[in-house]
C-alpha cells in the first residue's frame, strides 16, 4: 500500500517557466512533509518541508503548498533553471517521532534550455 | 560542515556472501538511520538508531540484515548470505533529533550489488 503517491513520473519544463510538481498521501496521521531532490549518483538533498499547521512556505524559488483536506502538496519551482533538472521525492512523516520518512516513487523533472 | 558520507560508494559481491556498509553522520547528530532504494522507487526505512540502541528495527527485512552504532556515531549496516534482491542503494541519514520536526540529511548511497 502506496501511502504517499507521485503519480507523474517525469515533467518536462521550459527554463523560466514555472515547474509544478505533485504529492498526494492517504494517511491522515501524516503531519510533517517534506520535498528532496536528487541527482545522479548522489544522496537525497533536503529542499523544503512544511507542517500541517501551515498551507504554504516559501523558500527563494521554491514553494511548498499543502491542502490537508485532499491530502495533497505540490512544489513549485519558479523560475525553473537547467540546474534544477532531478528526481523529486516528497516525503511524509509524523510529528512527534518523525523518523520514519515515507518516500513517494519521485518525479525526474527535466528543464529544458 | 562535512555531510553525511558512506563507505564503500559501490560493492559488488557474490551471492550468498556478507556485506558490511558504513555510515558516519553529521557530527552531533544524535539520530541515524538507514533506507534502501531499489530501482524506481523511492526510499524505504530499514531502522533508525537513537544513540547506540536501534529504537526501530521495523524497516528490516528479515534476519539477515543487522545494524549496530556501538559508540553512538558511526554505523554498520551487515547483510548475512546475500542475495540478487539485496541489489539496491544503501543510504544513510542522520539528524539533530529536536522534540518535534527533524530534517533527515542523506549522505551519497552505497550502491550494492549482488551477483
Known amino acids: 500500500d502506496q501511502q504517499v503517491k507521485q503519480n507523474s513520473p517525469s515533467l518536462s519544463v521550459q527554463e523560466g517557466r514555472i515547474s509544478i510538481l505533485n504529492c498526494d498521501y492517504t494517511?491522515?496521521?501524516?503531519?510533517?512533509f517534506l520535498w528532496y531532490k536528487k541527482y545522479p549518483a548522489e544522496g537525497p538533498t533536503f529542499l523544503i518541508s512544511?507542517?500541517?499547521?501551515?498551507d504554504k512556505n516559501e523558500d527563494g524559488r521554491f514553494t511548498v503548498f499543502l491542502n490537508k483536506s485532499a491530502k495533497h502538496l505540490s512544489l513549485h519551482i519558479v523560475p525553473s533553471q537547467p540546474g534544477d533538472s532531478a528526481v523529486y521525492f516528497c516525503a511524509a512523516s509524523r510529528v512527534p517521532g518523525t523518523y520514519k520518512y515515507i518516500f513517494g516513487t519521485g518525479t525526474r523533472l527535466k528543464v529544458l534550455a | 560542515g562535512a555531510g553525511v558520507s558512506q563507505t564503500p560508494s559501490n560493492k559488488v559481491t557474490e551471492k550468498g556472501k556478507y556485506v558490511e556498509l558504513r555510515c558516519d553522520p553529521i557530527?552531533?547528530?544524535?539520530?541515524l538511520y538507514w533506507y534502501r532504494q531499489s530501482l524506481g522507487q523511492g526510499p524505504e526505512f530499514l531502522i533508525y538508531?537513537?544513540?547506540?540502541?536501534?529504537?526501530?528495527d521495523s524497516g528490516l527485512p528479515n534476519d539477515r540484515f543487522f545494524a549496530v552504532r556501538p559508540e553512538g556515531s558511526v554505523s554498520t549496516l551487515k547483510i548475512q548470505r546475500t542475495e540478487r534482491g539485496d541489489s539496491a542503494v544503501y543510504l544513510c541519514?542522520?539528524?539533530?533529533?529536536?522534540?518535534?520536526?527533524?530534517?533527515?540529511?542523506f549522505g551519497p548511497g552505497t550502491r550494492l550489488t549482488v551477483l
Open positions: 557530527s552531533g547528530h544524535t539520530a
Open positions: 494517511n491522515s496521521m501524516f503531519d510533517y
Open positions: 541519514a542522520s539528524s539533530l533529533n529536536r522534540t518535534g520536526a527533524d530534517t533527515q540529511y
Open positions: 512544511i507542517s500541517s499547521i501551515k
Open positions: 538508531f537513537q544513540g547506540t540502541g536501534a529504537a526501530d
